[in-house]
């Protein structure tokens, strides 16, 4: 029994030698075994198996695809400082898993010398309001050098993005005013245009109401001409001439006219003069001046002809 006792550091050191012999992958992850600093083999997920004391896991290597943010300032073409944060995305590639543990020992220092060279020699070519516009023309620059320098190395770039364009504090300050200031000056057009019609929509109307307003008052005058016309055919039935017809009409229109006027509280109309004997005097008057106007046609229609004969 003693002589066991003696055996069991050997058979525990055994078990750990045993036992180291076997590790364990994990998904999307590559292993990379060496013999005695040597490269052997590549390990894919799962359980695997290396020689204890002769082999060991140089390192591991994710197969993942994963992302690298990169800020660079540089000057645009307009002398404007600005700050772009590229975001990189990025993956060893299976089959190249070697070339990516040995070939390069720091791949995000390399992928971002890339990424400051490319972008400090498109931006400067461009203006501020370019770099917004073509931002992707600048990311896939990017990636099209970049592929073309990780794929010796092992990386495939998956993507570039322009995630972040940040100009200096004044600039962007000065960039606010300008579209504040078009904006203003494109709501001043629209409310100009607005008042502008609004003018010539009320002068339409107003002459409109004008021409409707002109349209009645000549409707009024042409029914009370009928109506007086039909007052003196009614008094000549009963063997009132024309001429006393109508300086019945004229007085009976005088005394309604006052009688209105005495109605009114408030009014200041004062009709002058207000005697019968003036509504008589105004008809007659009205009589004359008709009869010369029909004589002085008269002379002009004569005249007219004798000239032409």
């Known amino acids: 029994m003693e002589n066991y006792i003696y055996y069991i550091p050997f058979i525990f050191l055994a078990l750990i030698i045993i036992i180291s012999a076997f590790f364990v992958v994990k998904q999307q992850t590559a292993a ?103 931002k992707d023309d600048v990311a896939i620059a990017v990636k099209s050098e970049l592929n073309d320098a990780m794929m010796e190395y092992g990386y495939d770039i998956i993507k570039t993005l322009v995630t972040d364009i940040d100009p200096d504090a004044q600039v962007k300050a000065a960039m606010n005013r300008i579209n504040a200031a078009d904006r203003e000056k494109t709501a ?5 245009d607005a008042a502008r019609i609004l003018i010539v929509e009320k002068a339409k109307a107003e002459a409109e109401s004008k021409r409707l307003q002109g349209q009645g008052i000549a409707d009024q005058r042409r029914e009370i001409a ?70 002085i046609g008269e002379a002009m229609k004569n005249a007219k002809k004798k000239k032409l004969e």
């Open 32 to 134: 990379i075994i060496e013999r005695f600093g040597r490269f052997e083999a590549i390990r894919q997920s799962g359980l695997r198996f290396k020689i204890p004391l002769v082999d060991r896991i140089a390192g591991k290597l994710s197969l993942k695809i994963q992302q690298l943010d990169v800020i660079i300032e540089t000057k645009t073409l307009d002398d404007v400082f600005v700050r772009l944060k590229v975001s990189v995305q990025y993956k060893v590639i299976k089959d190249k898993v070697y070339d990516a543990f040995y070939k390069l020992d720091y791949p995000h220092d390399q992928i971002t010398s890339y990424v400051f060279d490319v972008v400090r020699a498109e931006v400067p070519k461009m203006k501020l309001d370019d770099v917004f516009v073509r």
């Open 188 to 192: 001043a057009q629209f409310e100009g």
């Open 226 to 295: 009928r109506g007086l016309e039909e007052s003196v055919e009614v008094l000549n039935k009963v063997g009132i001439n024309s001429q006393e017809a109508s300086a019945l009409i004229v007085v009976t229109q005088h005394y309604d006219t006052l009688q209105s006027i005495g109605q009114e509280t408030n009014s200041n109309l004062i009709l002058l003069p207000n005697s019968p004997q003036a509504g008589s005097q105004m008809l007659n008057d009205m009589v004359a001046s008709f009869t010369a106007s029909n004589q």
